[in-house]
């Protein structure tokens, strides 16, 4: 946390953790969910989501400006956005597909960050008022959806006998 890092890919790190492994791995499988549903697929995102700066579907790499914090919150936009996407394509096949945000978790990934006083008195504040939200604007937005799908599928090297939508 705080350097820009990438995979040997050249994914920013973050990404590639939250959003583009999940997107291959999902996609690797999607064959073998359909041919056995009902199945369901949830992915997990965060309210964080909200934070989310200006969403550049051509700076997927974070290659401008870059924040960890922003890597985050976008990271978890993408959840937001590939779930709506996947909805779309699963419809009608026995796959259902939905998002969620877990609430505020203690990992050691704060342990890692260098969070201000205000900072951790929010944390505080939400791990005891954290309530039911709803998903923000753009992470309905389905141009983005599609659009962040397409960049996917070029960023990890979708093969098309890997496609099963």
């Known amino acids: 946390m705080g350097k820009r890092q990438v995979t040997a890919d050249g994914l920013e790190l973050t990404m590639a953790t939250n959003h583009f492994g999940h997107f291959l791995l ?3 499988l999607l064959g073998r969910l ?7 697929i949830i992915n997990v995102s965060s309210l964080g989501h909200i934070f989310a700066p200006k969403f550049d579907l051509n700076d997927l790499a974070i290659n401008n400006d870059y924040n960890p914090s922003n890597a985050y919150t ?13 909805a779309d ?3 009608g096949t026995g796959v259902t597909v939905n998002s969620l945000h877990p609430g505020i978790v203690r990992t050691e990934i704060f342990d890692s ?3 201000s006083f205000g900072t951790f008195v929010t944390h505080i504040l939400l791990a005891v008022a954290s309530k039911e939200v709803s998903t923000s604007d753009v992470a309905l937005r389905k141009d983005l959806a599609t659009g962040l799908w397409e960049a996917s599928v070029k960023a990890v090297g979708l093969k098309k006998d890997e496609i099963h939508y």
């Open 26 to 28: 999902t996609n690797l």
């Open 89 to 91: 394509k699963m419809a």
């Open 34 to 40: 359909k041919e056995s549903g009902p199945s369901r």
């Open 113 to 115: 960050m260098n969070l």
């Open 74 to 86: 976008t990271s978890k936009l993408c959840n937001l956005l590939f779930t709506r996407e996947l």
